[in-house]
T-cell receptor, first 113, second 118 residues
Framework: KQEVTQIPAALSVPEGENLVLNCSFTDSAIYNLQWFRQDPGKGLTSLLL?????REQTSGRLNASLDKSSGRSTLYIAASQPGDSATYLCAVRRGSSASKIIFGSGTRLSIRP | GAVVSQHPSWVICKSGTSVKIECRSL??????MFWYRQFPKQSLMLMAT?????????EQGVEKDKFLINHASLTLSTLTVTSAHPEDSSFYIC??????????????FGPGTRLTVT
């Protein structure tokens, strides 16, 4: 059974710092891994999607890496801003068909002005 | 891009009543939709997979008679919480698969429905 874990559960850093969020999964047989952002009381916003054959994806100040063999992914946020404050979720999908997504526990990020 | 909507965005109901939540794929047809539940400060937990024209598949521990799912059309799935109790208060999120080419799918999420049972 696939389990997805995110560390740390919560993180507070001053504005401007670079930071790394971690995600680990127990079954390396994944189809893709996705990072989402969730603001309080809101739905999910997809940030980056990495296919199993890829090593990393970048979008603006965000960079996500994937090491399938070790069951790990990281989300790197450069030059953090107060607007980055949110909960970040990683999720893995097993198959190419319409298979379900398993979510991690999330990291609540707070950027202090 | 693909858009998934939910209605209502929030609802308050009395204990013992039933409440229906709708999930719609606005600009695409979705044969498969998913229902998630999220308690405060926790992650999304998959409740069930909704398949158009067939019975939903429920995850272990989810009562199918309490959480009724109907996926009667390719653009609409409904979740009915029957005989709701305060412990059913939660944030419910649906998602739908949008085809990406001939063999792949990408999952799009609705904005969520906040249910409060008093």
């Amino acid at each position: 059974k696939q389990e997805v874990t995110q560390i740390p559960a919560a993180l507070s850093v001053p504005e401007g710092e670079n930071l790394v969020l971690n995600c680990s999964f127990t079954d390396s047989a994944i189809y893709n891994l996705q990072w989402f952002r969730q603001d309080p009381g809101k739905g999910l916003t997809s940030l980056l999607l990495i296919q199993s054959s890829q090593r990393e994806q970048t979008s603006g100040r965000l960079n996500a890496s994937l090491d399938k063999s070790s069951g790990r992914s990281t989300l790197y946020i450069a030059a953090s801003q107060p607007g980055d404050s949110a909960t970040y979720l990683c999720a893995v999908r097993r198959g190419s068909s319409a298979s379900k997504i398993i979510f991690g526990s999330g990291t609540r990020l707070s950027i202090r002005p | 891009g693909a858009v998934v909507s939910q209605h209502p965005s929030w609802v308050i109901c009395k204990s013992g009543t039933s409440v229906k939540i709708e999930c719609r794929s606005l600009d695409f047809q979705a044969t498969t939709m998913f229902w998630y539940r999220q308690f405060p400060k926790q992650s999304l937990m998959l409740m069930a997979t909704s398949n158009e024209g067939s019975k939903a598949t429920y995850e272990q521990g989810v009562e199918k008679d309490k959480f009724l799912i109907n996926h009667a059309s390719l653009t609409l799935s409904t979740l009915t919480v029957t005989s709701a109790h305060p412990e059913d208060s939660s944030f419910y999120i649906c998602s739908a698969y949008h085809p990406q080419g001939a063999y792949d799918y990408e999952q799009y999420f609705g904005p969520g429905t906040r249910l409060t049972v008093t």
